[in-house]
């Protein structure tokens, strides 16, 4: 299967500082890109969608200013969490396809920040 | 509204013996489905998808999932668990049409245990 690498994959930051994370998809180029957020023993909520070259598009509840999201290219997403305060701590996963609806979602291997 | 019901949070099974993780949805008009796995501190692993077609969908590691419309179910199988297949599984549904074109909608997961 395609290939969606992560990166770090554990960061730990001071309260108020910004953490960077980067997805790549390694091996296709991929149309849209997605942001999920998992606690323990529970499932992925989408955090946000985002096409190449557009705005992301934020789920209900999630502060666009506080998880700032960039798809610059076919192949790279970001999410930059800025001003992390303790409850940000989480595992936060990126997945990636390409543009056909019928096509698979690949997920990046997860980043597990924690704020101090 | 979609939905994806997992409605088992553990299974448990012998090494050898056959194991089935289930999955019913509610999806207006007709879903692709997916199955997913994964590791501690991972991201998730596609399985299989049934986009079309036959309703017996294999997939990675033996698995295989079958796909009926009149019960709207997608239950995963394995006809001879390993310890290895001990993971946490996702179903997820994506819709074909409608304004969350693209989306997916996961389940809240089960716990898969194979014990020797």
């Known amino acids: 299967g395609a290939v969606v690498s992560q990166h770090p994959s554990r960061v730990i930051c001071k309260s108020g500082t910004s953490v960077k994370i980067e997805c790549r998809s390694l091996d296709f180029q991929a149309t849209t890109m997605f942001w999920y957020r998992q606690f323990p023993k529970q499932s992925l909520m989408l955090m946000a969608t985002?096409?190449?070259?557009?705005?992301?598009?934020?789920e209900q509840g999630v502060e666009k200013d506080k998880f700032l999201i960039n798809h610059a290219s076919l192949t790279l997403s970001t999410l930059t969490v800025t001003s992390a305060h303790p409850e940000d701590s989480s595992f936060y996963i990126c997945?990636?396809?390409?543009?056909?609806?019928?096509?698979?979602?690949?997920f990046g291997p997860g980043t597990r920040l924690t704020v101090l | 509204a979609q939905s994806v019901a997992q409605p088992e949070d553990q299974v448990n099974v012998a090494e050898g013996n056959p194991l089935t993780v289930k999955c019913t949805y509610s999806?207006?008009?007709?879903?692709?489905l997916f199955w997913y796995v994964q590791y501690p501190n991972r991201g998730l692993q596609f399985l299989l998808k049934?986009?079309?077609?036959?309703?017996l969908v294999k997939g990675s590691y033996g698995f295989e999932a079958e796909f009926n419309k009149s019960q709207t179910s997608f239950h995963l199988k394995k006809p001879s668990a390993l310890v290895s297949d001990s993971a946490l599984y996702f179903c997820a549904v994506r819709d074909r049409e409608g304004s969350t074109l693209g989306r997916l909608y996961f389940g809240r997961g089960t716990q898969l245990t194979v014990w020797p």
């Open positions: 049934y986009i079309t077609g036959d309703n």
């Open positions: 997945s990636a396809r390409t543009g056909t609806s019928a096509s698979t979602q690949y």
């Open positions: 985002s096409n190449e070259g557009s705005k992301a598009t934020y």
């Open positions: 999806v207006s008009g007709n879903p692709y």
